[in-house]
Nanobody, 123 residues
Framework: QLVESGGGLVQAGGSLRLSCAASGRTFGISAMGWFRQAPGKEREFVAAILWNGGATYYTDSVKGRFTISRDNANHTIYLQMNSLKPEDTAVYSC??????????????????WGQGIQVTVSS
């Protein structure tokens, strides 16, 4: 089970920090990631992190503004979002991958999903 927290409403230029805590079967994680879906749009990849080694990957539109990190001991990932823009408004979902699959930017590479959390950036 994956549970997201930390979403909400923020003004453009502001910051939010999302968390995703994994519970239940927590062994065998190869990677975790964040995706988002805006109204009327397809789900899109935001960021991912490898559980061993911590290599990170970002979509171009968030590079330099968002940072993904992990807490291995607590099976939690974070998404620090700075300099938020109205176009970042979406439902953000975390995902867990139990065996390595590539590329990490596609949703079918992941096995488990959180319920999603709303992030709204006002202009």
């Amino acid at each position: 089970q994956l549970v997201e927290s930390g979403g909400g409403l923020v003004q453009a230029g502001g910051s939010l920090r999302l968390s995703c805590a994994a519970s239940g079967r927590t062994f065998g994680i190869s990677a975790m990631g964040w995706f988002r879906q805006a109204p009327g749009k397809e789900r899109e990849f935001v960021a991912a992190i490898l559980w061993n080694g911590g290599a990170t990957y970002y979509t171009d539109s968030v590079k330099g503004r968002f940072t993904i990190s992990r807490d291995n001991a607590n099976h939690t990932i974070y998404l620090q979002m700075n300099s938020l823009k109205p176009e970042d408004t979406a439902v953000y979902s975390c995902a867990r991958q139990r065996v390595y699959r590539w590329p990490l930017i596609i949703s079918s590479a992941y096995d488990d999903w959180g319920q999603g959390i709303q992030v709204t950036v006002s202009s």
